[in-house]
């Protein structure tokens, strides 16, 4: 049994960690923590009464020294990335093993932080150090790491299609030289803006709608990590969970439905959580919903070589604690479906 | 042409009262304030974009001075109680109607006020002056009022189709001389709970649940207006608007469901906004979406002599604007439907 | 590994005993049958793509040599009742044991079924033979059960806050002798209508609303069950799953809130899948979603000796698919938490 | 006093038709029919609970006998295409004035209906005299038509922007000659799917998803109006109405986000419902929900030239029934607002 702890467990990345920390095989939580020093000391069941009953522990304070007295082996970092930023090098200092769902070590090049998120990286050191945690990407670097970048939920829907192609050559050059951008629209259940009680997150307030136009954060760590430049558009829509990204890629001379089917599919042959729909078939949000699973779908109009694909993820489960969990499975070899599926039917 | 004012018109009830301000034959909005100094200065299209193009109105301070230099005949007080038992005096003192949508002045014992609503009140001699504005029930005496106290969303439901049984005798006596308490179970729409930013009017925080069990506000005035003692059981549903209140009632000798439906439908005959469902046919909150209908149902289980009604309207309108225009047209001796009801196809 | 079978897969309560059993440490599933012989052939992922790449059964038509040639230990039927009285007795006659989640062998009086389900019972006799599968109440009984009926949703939130309380001599007296009848104003999400694609359970159709007023079908099997003659007032509301029933009850002279929950807490002491919430705290149907749990909550107006009990059950959980594994764990001695609660932290 | 009829009136546009027309000044409504001889004879009321009491008419089989006995001069067909196609050219024969909401009369090409809509138009040369109801480009036209082809309401949001930035050659040329084309990646609440009691139409099966991929009907519905090559993909969101459209143009050499927005401020200058949204401001379908307004956003990431735009309607008003109820006052010379808007503060 590893000792494991979470920070930020009031919020909803939080939350489904505890829950999928609940029923993992070989965890055993240690300790709740708020995302600062003032929050804390309340029944965890208080902040999310769907716990009632089932896990008697109360949130303490998170900073380092409340977290470190509990003793995890691991912590899984669901705070904003100010904190995560000065938590996360104290805790691996000490032997812990980090998990942080923020972006404060997503980004490579510290110099994009001032930039997309009006934050001066305080260890910018620490990057390079740092593994995205990226499953399926990044599986051999993640057993050894003590620092994981879990990917935001945006990304995680956007590249895990796109980086294949771009690894294959499939993406058309323009004229310039420089590679065709693909298009990502993205939608987004409200629970990714977080359990601040802001107005635009209110019931009565949360309809279909545009945000950040050009100016999501989530967009560089996007085109670091998928290896080209992409235009990203958030939108939010009127449920709880759940990202469908549309993404438009204009393919290079050679490649077609099938080509790019079968890089797909050879890429991700054997992944328990990436899920190819047959043709015609375009994956919701529900099909994921409380699920690891990665749905990706696509389609090819072949008299202008473009191609679409849709991909849905539950943004709280493949796009932060689930994800989270699979590189917690990863890094200390366990099964790396533990928690994640369980199915004894084969 | 009538000179209105809207203050707190950034939130859920001010937004309705100036869209149907904005279709009133006889109104024209001079002002639009918030609750308070420091709110204001916003264009109200800011606020709630859905207004857009529409009124070219900053909202203001909504200060006695401020509302009063904009010179309005008509005032609308969308605000909390402390501000309208503060507001409404200064402005009838200047000769202007008040139409007020808090709670400030719908009670008539100023006793109840620190008992339920934790509050002084700071001008308890204008209770006995302020009119109860349920059209249907003191239309007469609305004709001359100046300080309008507009019901609250659930008293309206409950109190509609209780009061003519109650005035007429409908309600089983106790065997200790007690009239027999109809209980009234009600679920309202998460707009009711008002635009400010609390955690559970998020997103994912709404779902079906009771709240405020046997201590919500509501109860003291639903249990004055209706003429009997009550029990009040609120409940938020998973949806923008609409009341729906499932009324029980147990029926004195001699009442059956053809005598309770006739009495209702004497009360309410020629009513514009008062509908009688037909037997067997039961109100959704979709049926009065946007409209200021209040629409009953009614079943009798004769073998219990047990009544059960349904009664559902929009809280924002009948429940709140809507049934302050209601009473501002009979103030000023408008068509009563005016803004509230186009019908051309008799 | 016992080998399971469920008939009715392609409806929800069918498609959540897959969710279920897929994760079950005992079970195997052998076989998905339609609820008649015209279902079937079609792939269950294409029935429910949530279960994409994680069964690779096709739905088989659903009659009794189909069923039997997959050679099952236990059989749960997701189908109407008619089918289900068709095709329960020829399983066990098999010795399959039969989980049958309609209302086909609820009720002890076959002369209920022509009046509330316009149905004439073909296998009378088996009614003394099925035990209700309330786990809570029959447990012992269904050790050896070979035909066990799983409860109704709505009364299952119903009889379970209300049976220990009826046992106990809880319930005031009328002056006629008769017991005053407990009140039950439930609200359903969309999900209990089931999968048909009936107009009324259209996206834009579903709105709060009281339906089956007097007359719907469980008001018989809560009757019997919980021991008391009830006034049962189903609702819809905008929403996919959970039950929330609000229960009025007149208590009997002696009897006081913690008497109340005194007498709740000893009837569910140890019980894994009850939790009386705390005082002042009322549960929603979010807290139980995809949950076993019955949460149940309650408070007493001493002035008149009324208790208001909210109760909230997943309507497809223990409202049907997980008090059916409820009921299979405890028939073959499995755990009784197997596939419905995974907690490694004590 | 014009007499109006609506055909299909017992579907979510033809019932959003009774609500305008309801309202209407000039208009009154002499018969509601349904889509077919069979549909009929329903009270409207049942049909729709909301008009309860508000208008009493019975709903007629939808032949061309029953509707010219009603003797209308301007009947709106709320009818599946095959329906539409038929009865217009009987209609407008006899004097009738038609606004069909199908897309019987949309497209110019004869050969277009076979293979996007399955279906050998009967009347192929009607097609060049009917004229397309896009108001606002082409009122002139829709002076003197007497048959009406309102547009789709994908099409509705999508040609509105694009179509000025066509015309002013604002759209880059790819190097084989061939317009770049735009993408349009359009999400529309459930009420676009009708009222037809299909499977995925129910509350429990909508969730964000993609559908009809690169064949959807209204793909040449919109190349052929905004007069270019599209890529269109429409996509389903779990609310009532609204669609939200996100579209991407690559501009040709000299244009800039100034340029665009110049644009279309003149081509919409004056329009009473057009509305652009000022920078950094992204309309939402509740901006827009009941109300004939196209709500239009957009910005300009001038390193790549790339254009986005949002554009928001309600599909049932500027989507379908106000866009025709707007055509009809311009072929009738009201006010062109007229039910549509009501606006007394100016």
Request: charged share 25%; hydrophobic share 50%; glycine share 0%.
């Given at each position: 049994m590893l000792r494991t702890a979470v920070v930020g467990a009031t919020g909803y990345s939080g939350a489904e960690l505890v829950n999928l920390l609940l029923s993992h095989p070989h965890s055993r939580i240690v300790g709740l923590f708020g995302s600062a020093k003032r929050d804390g000391q309340q029944p965890f069941e208080e902040a999310f009464p769907r716990f009632r009953d089932r896990l008697d522990l109360a949130v303490q304070p998170g900073d380092v020294d409340s977290i470190t007295a509990a003793q995890p082996h691991a912590v899984f970092l669901a705070t904003p990335h100010e904190a995560s930023a000065q938590l996360a090098p104290a805790l691996i200092e000490r032997g812990i093993a980090v998990f942080d769902l923020s972006a404060a070590f997503r980004l490579g090049d510290a110099g994009q932080y001032p930039r997309h998120y009006a934050f001066e990286h305080p260890h910018a050191a620490l990057l390079a150090r740092a593994v995205y945690g990226l499953a399926e990407i990044n599986r051999a670097r993640l057993r050894?790491?003590?620092?994981i970048a879990v990917p935001g939920c945006y990304p995680t829907s956007a590249i895990l299609p796109l980086l294949p192609l771009v690894r294959a050559g499939a993406i058309a050059t323009l004229p310039d030289g420089r590679l065709s951008r693909p298009i990502i629209d993205s939608t987004s259940g409200v629970s990714g803006a977080g359990r601040a009680p802001h107005q635009r997150s209110l019931f009565c307030e949360v309809h279909q709608q545009a945000y950040g136009v050009l100016k999501h954060r989530h967009q560089p760590e996007i085109d670091e990590h998928a290896g080209i430049a992409t235009l990203f558009t958030p939108h939010l829509g009127p449920y709880e969970r759940g990202i469908l990204s549309t993404i438009h890629v204009d393919l290079a001379p050679g490649w077609d439905e099938s080509r790019v089917r079968r890089t797909l599919e050879e890429a991700y042959a054997g992944e328990p959580f990436i899920r190819l729909c047959r043709s015609d078939v375009w994956p919701s949000v529900a099909d994921v919903r409380g699920t690891n699973f990665c749905d990706i779908a696509l389609a090819v109009d072949e008299s202008w070589r473009h191609l679409i694909i849709t991909s849905a993820i539950d943004n709280l489960v493949k796009g932060a604690a689930g994800q989270a969990v699979q590189c917690f499975n990863i890094r200390f070899g366990f099964p790396e479906t533990a928690a994640l599926l369980t199915d004894n039917n084969p």
């Open positions: 050894s790491a003590d620092l």
